[in-house]
């Protein structure tokens, strides 16, 4: 083991079990998160529909990504889903509370996101199932991956605005069908 081999364990394992861990609040209720129920009823506050998809897809990508990152499994899809949920969260949630964690800002969540992109972009490291299995993503595939991730936050992030424009047009067809 090299030392950045050791430097990437320590980033995947406290990234990948922060982002578990936070996935485990919302889909058992442990640690004092809201559980399955409360967490369906903060994605419905935040526009999307429908809440079991959005939901669990949020709760998926904590929990199943966090431990796939901490073991350095399948780490470059594990990244992406942990960047777009991570920048779903900062946008939604934490963006208009300012930067700094103590207001609710989005120093946390950015911390986490920026991590998790990292580790995906450089890959897990020796010390990972990737390495060990042989499912080791080349750099180009690594960084196309990271991107989607992106890409699939800001679609995410936009879900809401785009239901409402399509409920809108549809509503306007109707009337103008009289």
């Given amino acids: 083991m090299t030392v950045p081999d050791l430097a990437l364990l320590l980033l995947r394992l406290t990234v990948g079990l922060t982002f578990a861990a936070h996935g485990a609040q919302k889909a058992f209720g442990w640690w004092g998160g809201p559980g399955p129920e409360g967490w369906s009823k903060a994605v419905g506050s935040m526009g999307y529909q429908p809440l079991g998809l959005f ?4 709760v998926g990508a904590e929990l199943i990504g966090g431990l796939a990152l901490a073991l350095g499994l399948l780490t470059p899809l594990a990244a992406a889903a942990l960047a777009a949920q991570a920048l779903v969260i900062i946008l939604r949630v934490h963006w208009p509370q300012g930067f700094f ?3 609710g800002g989005l120093e946390f969540p950015l911390v986490l996101g920026v991590g998790a992109m990292a580790v995906g972009l ?3 490291g020796g010390v990972s199932l990737d390495v060990w299995l042989g499912l080791e993503a080349d750099p180009a ?4 991956l990271v991107l989607a991730g992106l890409v699939a936050g800001a679609l995410a992030f936009s879900m809401p ?3 409402e424009t399509w409920e809108e047009r549809r509503a306007g067809d109707r009337l103008r069908r009289g």
Avoid: C, I, K, Y
């Fill in 55 to 58: 939901a669990g897809l949020a």
């Fill in 161 to 163: 605005e785009l239901r």
């Fill in 101 to 103: 964690n103590q207001a």
């Fill in 141 to 144: 595939t690594r960084v196309l």
């Fill in 122 to 124: 450089s890959g897990a």
